[in-house]
């Protein structure tokens, strides 16, 4: 029904018809899109407490509910994360030969966390400790140090 | 009065055993179900020896699931608190729970078997040539969509099978370059694994995969028709020419609402069928159809008769059972990323990379765009391990069986702490909890 060539005005006018339909649609799909990615984490915070510095003995505590080992040296503490950087599985601490053992794929890690054997690509990260006002340790899971870090309690 | 009963009885029934070739024609457009057949169907598509009907076997298994499925949701919990213990109540309360279980995981592992062996077969009778190339593609993403289905099915009874399966699952996932960080994060919801993922990978496993299965499935049945019907139909004679689209006639279509006078159909087939060698899809397809259908089915029943679907401890993110192992079609790339963790010098790079995201991408590529590039003949297409495709089908077979060595490795000889046992040698016996 159109004549042979649209008119310039009616051609603009229907562009922009499309384009807001384009522009509608997609706005709408990003806030879908965006709906997906967590706002909010329904998670345990990444800085926690721990016990009271006296409770923890002499060497290596596995901490299981936040996979993390205590190491005690006398007065000073560090943590040591214990998933292994491999894929998340949690290490274990092996007194006899004073290191970390990945049940999954056969990585170890010397008792400062660096790995010696196996497929993990980097050791075992250390997490930063501080003091709460009563008393107990607390850790942070957001932050890591390096192993020269110690936290001394008096 | 029987007379007035036999009556109603062939007016329910006449489609599906036709008394005449016209009978067996309009059978396809009176019956909602047949819609999806032609009318007739080439007799060398029913021979076993030939596809020994894995495509119909998978989309059989698939049906399966789908019913088994959906009973299980109904008494299924997908919470971290409830999901366990309504898993047990599947198996020991629900009545046949245990019966529906063992089905719904037995169909599951027999579908990514078949759906494997499907594209071996498709492989090696080069039945992925032009112009089957694009159903080639949508065969290997139906591949993968069984694959996740498979995985996101895995985490829902979180026990610590599932649990530590979907760890190494994700974490896999976060060796994606670039964007592996936030693509493990969507995933789960979250930066650990909890009511988040349960919830997206349950949503994901009954719904959104499901549909996406369905849809690609839909197109894959409706691409072999216009290709011209299996490959093994194609003329193994001299290379045919191009096809040119007949020019359309005037003639009849027959529609779901009528017949309407119109044009005729096109297809694309090398030759359009031979009326001799083609017979009618009911009852002839029909009744080959229920035959796999109930072979498929009873051998689901039987296997879950024979060995139950297994159930671990409760889902406990302190502890790791040793060895961790992932589902077993995921065990040849567990074994390869814990041995290609690269270190040059200062630099390392991740096996949970080579292994899990680098070779099976590569793969993958491989697979897609091989149709493109393949040479061999066109008189090939439809034959089994032909002499001009020796190199490739011999390539192929080899990449096959490296993988099926390796799922094997996985499953029956790696102990705790992935050490190397014999199937027969007895692991150490380790403290189920530190």
């Given at each position: 029904?159109?004549?042979?060539?649209?008119?310039?005005?009616?051609?603009?006018?229907?562009?922009?018809?499309?384009w807001?339909?384009?522009?509608?649609?997609s706005?709408?799909?990003?806030?879908?899109v965006?709906a997906?990615v967590?706002?909010?984490?329904?998670?345990?915070?990444k800085k926690f407490?721990?016990?009271?510095?006296?409770?923890?003995?002499?060497?290596?505590?596995?901490?299981?509910?936040h996979?993390?080992?205590?190491?005690?040296?006398?007065?000073?503490f560090?943590?040591?994360?214990?998933?292994?950087?491999?894929?998340g599985?949690?290490?274990?601490?092996?007194?006899?030969g004073?290191?970390f053992?990945c049940?999954?794929?056969?990585?170890?890690?010397?008792?400062?966390?660096?790995r010696?054997?196996?497929?993990?690509?980097?050791?075992?990260?250390?997490?930063?400790?501080?003091?709460?006002g009563?008393?107990?340790?607390?850790?942070d899971?957001?932050?890591?140090?390096?192993?020269?870090?110690?936290f001394a309690?008096? | 009065?029987?007379?007035?009963?036999?009556?109603?009885?062939?007016?329910?029934?006449?489609?599906?055993?036709?008394?005449?070739?016209?009978?067996?024609?309009?059978?396809?457009?009176e019956?909602?179900?047949?819609?999806?057949?032609?009318?007739?169907?080439?007799?060398?598509?029913?021979g076993?020896?030939?596809?020994?009907?894995?495509?119909?076997?998978?989309?059989?298994?698939?049906?399966?699931?789908?019913?088994?499925g959906?009973?299980l949701?109904f008494?299924y919990?997908?919470?971290t608190?409830?999901?366990?213990?309504?898993?047990?109540?599947?198996?020991?309360?629900?009545?046949f729970?245990?019966?529906?279980?063992n089905q719904?995981?037995?169909?599951?592992?027999?579908?990514v078997?078949?759906?494997?062996?499907?594209?071996?077969?498709?492989?090696?009778a080069?039945?992925?040539r032009?112009?089957?190339?694009?159903?080639w593609?949508?065969?290997l993403a139906?591949l993968?969509?069984?694959?996740?289905?498979?995985f996101?099915?895995?985490?829902?009874p979180?026990d610590?099978?599932?649990?530590w399966?979907?760890?190494?699952?994700?974490?896999?996932?976060?060796?994606v370059?670039f964007?592996?960080?936030?693509?493990?994060?969507?995933?789960?919801?979250?930066?650990?694994?909890g009511?988040?993922?349960?919830v997206?990978?349950y949503?994901?496993?009954?719904?959104v995969l499901?549909?996406?299965?369905?849809?690609l499935?839909?197109?894959?049945?409706?691409?072999?028709?216009?290709d011209?019907?299996l490959?093994?139909?194609d003329?193994?004679?001299?290379p045919l020419?191009?096809?040119?689209p007949?020019?359309?006639?005037?003639?009849?279509?027959?529609?779901?609402f009528?017949v309407?006078?119109?044009?005729?159909?096109?297809?694309?087939?090398?030759?359009p069928?031979?009326?001799?060698?083609?017979v009618?899809?009911?009852?002839?397809?029909?009744?080959?159809?229920?035959?796999?259908?109930?072979?498929?089915?009873?051998?689901?029943?039987?296997?879950?008769?024979?060995?139950g679907?297994?159930?671990?401890?409760?889902?406990?993110?302190?502890?790791?059972?040793?060895?961790?192992k992932?589902p077993?079609?995921?065990?040849?790339?567990q074994?390869?990323?814990?041995?290609?963790?690269?270190?040059?010098?200062?630099?390392?790079?991740s096996?949970?990379?080579?292994?899990?995201?680098l070779?099976?991408?590569?793969?993958?590529?491989?697979?897609?765009?091989?149709?493109?590039?393949?040479?061999?003949?066109l008189?090939?297409?439809?034959?089994w391990f032909?002499?001009?495709?020796r190199?490739q089908?011999s390539?192929?077979?080899?990449?096959?069986?490296?993988?099926?060595?390796?799922v094997?490795?996985?499953v029956?000889?790696?102990?705790?702490?992935?050490?190397?046992?014999?199937?027969?040698?007895?692991?150490p016996?380790?403290?189920?909890?530190?």
């Open positions: 029904m159109s004549s042979v060539v649209e008119p310039e005005r009616r051609r603009f006018l229907r562009r922009i018809g499309q807001s339909v384009v522009a509608a649609l706005t709408q799909f990003a806030g879908v965006r997906f967590p706002r909010v984490l329904y998670e345990p915070s407490k721990l016990g009271k510095a006296a409770q923890y003995p002499e060497g290596v505590t596995f901490v299981p509910t996979r993390l080992f205590v190491v005690r040296e006398r007065n000073q560090h943590v040591i994360s214990a998933a292994c950087t491999h894929l599985c949690t290490v274990e601490w092996k007194e006899e004073s290191q053992d049940p999954c794929h056969g990585s170890k890690f010397k008792a400062d966390g660096e010696f054997a196996g497929p993990a690509p980097n050791g075992l990260p250390w997490y930063p400790l501080s003091l709460s009563d008393g107990f340790l607390v850790v899971s957001a932050k890591t140090v390096p192993s020269t870090y110690r309690v008096v | 009065m029987s007379n007035s009963l036999r009556r109603l009885w062939r007016w329910v029934t006449w489609t599906w055993n036709p008394a005449s070739e016209r009978e067996a024609s309009t059978a396809i457009v019956n909602l179900w047949l819609h999806w057949f032609p009318a007739k169907v080439d007799e060398k598509s029913f076993w020896r030939y596809s020994l009907w894995l495509g119909a076997v998978s989309a059989f298994l698939f049906l399966i699931l789908v019913v088994t959906v009973l949701m008494f919990v997908p919470s608190e409830r999901a366990y213990w309504s898993i047990k109540d599947i198996d020991y309360v629900v009545g729970g245990w019966l529906l279980r719904h995981r037995w169909a599951a592992h027999l579908m078997l078949v759906v494997f062996l499907h594209m071996l077969r498709v492989f090696f080069g039945a992925y032009a112009p089957r190339a694009a159903n593609l949508v065969g139906l993968l969509l069984t694959l996740l289905l498979s996101t099915g895995y985490l829902l979180w610590q099978l599932a649990f399966a979907v760890t190494v699952g994700t974490n896999i996932a976060k060796e370059p964007v592996g960080d936030g693509l493990r994060f969507v995933l789960l919801g979250g930066t650990e694994i009511q988040s993922a349960l997206r990978f949503v994901l496993h009954v719904v499901p549909v996406a299965v369905s849809v499935f839909a197109y894959h049945m409706w691409r072999v028709r216009r011209g019907g490959a093994v139909t003329p193994a004679a001299a020419p191009e096809p040119s007949t020019a359309p006639v005037q003639g009849k279509t027959y529609s779901l009528g309407t006078p119109g044009t005729s159909l096109e297809t694309r087939a090398a030759r069928q031979a009326d001799d060698a083609a009618a899809s009911s009852p002839h397809l029909l009744r080959r159809l229920i035959l796999v259908f109930l072979a498929v089915f009873t051998l689901t029943i039987i296997l879950s008769l024979i060995s679907a297994p159930l671990e401890e409760a889902a406990n993110p302190s502890v790791t059972p040793n060895p961790a992932a077993w079609y995921f065990l040849w790339l074994e390869l990323l814990a041995v290609t963790t690269i270190r040059l010098g200062g630099w390392t790079i096996g949970g990379f080579v292994g899990g995201i070779i099976p991408g590569v793969l993958l590529l491989a697979a897609a765009v091989w149709p493109f590039l393949d040479r061999s003949p008189q090939t297409v439809g034959v032909p002499r001009e495709r190199l089908n390539v192929f077979a080899l990449i096959a069986l490296a993988i099926a060595i390796l094997l490795i996985g029956l000889m790696r102990g705790p702490y992935w050490q190397l046992y014999w199937p027969w040698q007895a692991w016996q380790l403290p189920s909890r530190l």
